[in-house]
């Protein structure tokens, strides 16, 4: 979208809906169909277990629940349930893969038909792997100490008290975070524009100032015309009074004949 910013994971864990912890029991490909295959698989597959697709793009996954889910989270099963995870592969934007054995946090949501998909919130990544540095990041959704795995209860549940109490509501801090986004925004085109009318009132003054220019030299021109006339005027200056006698004459030798 034309408006899109990155969230951090930890704003992003409190707009999921669900948050599992959770290991990959198997890997179920989707049928074969028309939006189902790669590139260079042009024809649909034969022969027997062709409804199964190994080369698809589309899989689903049967996942065991490792923890209990995350706070806050709209899924109430405990840590040990089954469940399966649709809407895995590749897509034309993002990937949504897993692989089978592995344990991975997953973001998560429920379509109108109770399917669990994955939660791209954002637009952003939706699974991660279960590593060092996530359990981590996580420690503060999941109370670790009663996990299967009781390795997470000795590295995490020390400092998981402290993180959740200086958790902050990210969703609240982004939220005033784009207002304000919004507010520069805002301002930056009020800037623009007056500097376009800025420009617009300099080239005015550059015309005027070009004009003025043009009129201040047309007048000296002027000047320079009528001191040049005068002076041819003053020098016939004498001449004048002759001119005038003979038109009185004429006027006069034509009232008598007539």
Known sequence: PAEWRPLSEG???????????????????????????LPWQRDPPSGPGSQHNPGGLFYSAEIELLCDQAWG???????????????????????????QGYAYFFFLRMDENYILLPHGVNFQEAIFPDTQENRRMFASLFQFSNC??????????????????????????QKALFEEEDRVKKLQQKV?????RNKQLRDRVKKVKRSLRQARKNTRHMELMNRKLSEKL?????????INSLKQENSHATYLKV
Request: hydrophobic share 35%; aromatic share 10%.
């Open 234 to 242: 003053s020098s016939a200056g004498g001449q004048v009074p002759y």
């Open 192 to 196: 623009a524009t007056l500097e376009k």
């Open 73 to 99: 989270s709209m899924l109430e099963v405990p840590a040990g349930s089954r469940l399966n995870l649709t809407g895995l592969g590749y897509f034309s934007c993002h990937s949504h893969t897993v692989m």
């Open 148 to 173: 299967s795995q009781a390795q997470h209860a000795l590295s995490f549940s020390s400092d998981w008290e402290i993180q959740e109490d200086n958790r902050l509501m990210c969703s609240s801090v």
């Open 11 to 37: 704003c992003r864990a409190e707009l999921a809906s669900i948050i599992v912890y959770a290991r990959v029991l198997a890997l179920h490909p989707d049928p074969y169909g028309a939006y189902n295959y």
